[in-house]
């Protein structure tokens, strides 16, 4: 149900942003809200508590963000704590940022090794990665898991790339386990 909302009122943000032709100043007001709301977890338990009115948190938004951001994002803010949606304000806002990054052309990868990759290998993996899809530039994500023994595991969105040794060797299992003896 979550990922519902978050998606239903990320796109309608969307919508908005490219409406009013703001898909950038969204993008950055986005960004700076999200940097204060990370820095300050007290003001989602304020926003989420169900005992505080919800025309005390709106007073809140509006003393906050008034004048700082947008007049739009700001009602946008108003808006899901009217509908009591603000707890998905995170999916809300992930689901934005994604669909900006598509509209830019920027892909957003996890590439995960066994050992620490060097600036040169990492150099490389991206220009493969640019040179196999229709992205402009990659947002590439590294870390390492000495469980997949060696090799690779690159998620792109919903596509993963697995030439992960442990991978190989499970899929060998699988292909000696069928064999009859």
Do not use: C, W
């Not at 989602?44 to 005390?56: R, T, V």
């Not at 700001?74 to 704590?81: A, E, H, N």
């Not at 998620?155 to 899929?171: E, F, Y």
């Amino acid at each position: 149900m979550a990922k519902l909302v978050s998606t239903t009122y990320g796109e309608a943000l969307y919508e908005l942003a490219v409406e009013e032709n703001k898909v950038d100043v969204f993008q950055e007001e986005i960004q700076e809200v999200r940097k204060v709301l990370l820095e300050n977890k007290d003001f989602a338990k304020l926003m989420n508590h169900p005992h505080i009115l919800k025309e005390e948190k709106i007073k809140v938004i509006e003393n906050v963000f008034k004048g700082r951001i947008s007049d739009e994002l700001t009602g946008f803010f108003i808006l899901t704590v009217e509908k009591d949606r603000y707890s998905n304000m995170n999916g809300i806002l992930d689901y934005f940022i994604e669909k900006v990054k598509a509209l830019k052309g920027i892909g957003i990868s996890h590439v995960t090794s066994a050992v620490p990759l060097t600036d040169s290998q990492k150099k490389e993996i991206e220009e493969k990665l640019l040179e196999t899809t229709s992205y402009k530039t990659m947002e590439m994500h590294y870390k390492e898991d000495p469980s997949i023994i060696g090799g690779l595991v690159i998620h792109i969105g919903d596509r993963v790339v697995d030439s992960s040794i442990q991978s190989k060797l499970a899929s060998l299992e699988k292909q000696l386990l069928k064999i009859q003896l």
